[in-house]
């Protein structure tokens, strides 16, 4: 079974910064993307960042220039750098893992709050 450790999540006024990271344990087989997804209260659960296993990224239209995903293979660790955060980046972040046959693990999530 698959398990997440999330953190980094918390209060930040508009501009600043923070760090998401999300560890994987479980020994998932056969990982292809890691990646973040969010929701705002009301919304439905969007795609913020994604990396391959061949560190390839695609980003949302909204974070891109301002986030940055990263990716420990290692580890089975996804980060995401924000910056330049604002108040419509607040939501339940939440970190997942999609396997080579297109199952997806997701994380418990982590709420960030970008004050104005």
């Known amino acids: 079974q698959v398990q997440f450790v999330e953190s980094g999540g918390g209060l930040v006024q508009a501009g600043g910064s923070l760090r998401l990271s999300c560890a994987a344990s479980?020994?998932?087989?056969?990982?292809?993307?890691m990646g973040w997804h969010r929701q705002a209260p009301g919304n439905k659960r969007d795609m913020v960042a994604r990396?391959?296993?061949?560190?390839?990224?695609d980003y949302a239209d909204s974070v891109k220039g301002r986030f940055t995903i990263s990716r420990d293979n290692a580890k089975n660790i996804v980060y995401l750098q924000m910056n330049s955060l604002n108040p419509e980046d607040t939501a339940v972040y939440y970190c997942y893992l999609e396997t080579i046959i297109g199952f997806k693990y997701w994380g418990q999530g982590t709420q960030v709050t970008v004050s104005s």
């Open positions: 990396i391959s296993s061949d560190g390839s990224t």
């Open positions: 479980g020994s998932p087989r056969g990982i292809n993307r």
